[in-house]
């Protein structure tokens, strides 16, 4: 592994408990070192890396962008925006979209039309309905939102306004609604990233898309780690036939520059109106370019499929590889975002990963995220299992902690 500065030499702020290797380039799902050694890329930067690394389409279409224009303003016409908007909303069957820089930024957003909404129907005090695994971002209000009391502790007081309830427990949404005259909005992950991989059953978001619909609420579907193509669908939630009313996106969708994004169904569309709400750099030139390619090579070359059935293979391997093991739990997700929750913490695993060659994370302590590029090959799949599966078993080898 590559040698990097001790934190006593570095003027780089202590918010990352870093692994020690510095990446320096990559091909494909590939990553080198700076000391040449070569890494399978099975994190994607968190989600983040749709097509990879050095994609041979989405390179000089970037660097065609750099050339003309990278940043005006928001005061001016943007022809990028249109066509990113006009694609995403194409895709989703929604209305209209915001530009931003990131998820957090998204879901901020999001949750201030869930604020406004409630103010233009006369509720002075409006309330939105979270979900205990939840995480939306590290700002006051996601901070609020999130359900990690780790990510909490020290920033209070947090945002009031956030009546959380149990994930999949359509019964205890419908006691809240009940409860709390206030509720202007459901928000929850499709399916939670940092809570562990955990998915929104089916049956609970058709239920979810009932009582907004009863109600007049807004159902707010968080798609920023577990959108674009990600589980086989542009969206998560598509595998339940429902639409949300507001949908933040980020991550994959600008395939490493940074972009994020709120897309609103007609209920939604047109709460925030000039003044309301705003951005410097969200919807630059650049990342609406890197949307747009983006979405155009998924499209030609048909990641969409090749998430599911790569996927599924992944899956496969690692159920196979890991039957009749008593300290897996259970495997997660879907597509390519897959979690393997163990007996134990699995955090040990990470170090062991990059002695091993492959990237990885490990999220709610004893979960194995997996978050590959979606070009992934069934054959990169498979090396993928042959590298973390005996990791995983040599810690489950070891007297439990």
Known sequence: MSAVPPSSTSHVMPTYGRLPVALSHGQGVWVWDVEGRRYLDALAGIAVNTLGHAHPRLV????????????????????????????????????????????????????????????????????????????????IATLSATANPKV???????????????????????????????????????IQGEGGINPARVEFLQGLRRLCDQHDLLLMLDEVQCGIGRTGKWFAHQWAGIQPDVMPLAKGLGSGVPIGAVVCGPRAAHVLQAGNHGTTFGGNPLAMRAGIETLKIMEEDGLLANAEAVGATLRQALADGLAGEPGLVEIRGQGLMLGLELDRPAGALLTQGLEAG????????????????????????????????????????????
């Open 358 to 401: 492959l990237l990885f994370s490990v999220t709610a302590d004893r979960v194995v995220r997996l978050l590959p590029p979606l070009i992934l090959t069934h054959d990169e799949a498979r090396q993928i299992a042959a590298r973390l599966l005996p990791l995983i078993k040599g810690l489950l080898a070891q007297p439990k902690p």
């Open 60 to 139: 000089p279409a970037l660097q065609e962008q750099v050339a003309k224009l990278i940043h005006t303003s928001n005061y001016y016409q943007s022809p990028l925006q249109e066509q990113l908007a006009d694609k995403l909303c194409e895709i989703s069957g929604l209305a209209n979209v915001f530009f931003c820089n990131s998820g957090l930024e998204a879901n901020e957003a999001a949750l201030k039309i869930a604020r406004k909404f409630g103010h233009d129907r006369g509720n002075a005090n409006p309330a939105v309905i979270v979900f205990e695994g939840a995480f939306h971002g590290r700002s």
């Open 152 to 190: 909490q502790a020290g920033f209070a007081p947090l945002v009031p306004g956030f009546v959380r309830v149990p994930l999949n427990d359509l019964a205890a949404v419908q006691a809240a609604i009940q409860a709390n005259p206030n509720i202007t909005a459901i928000f929850l992950e499709t």
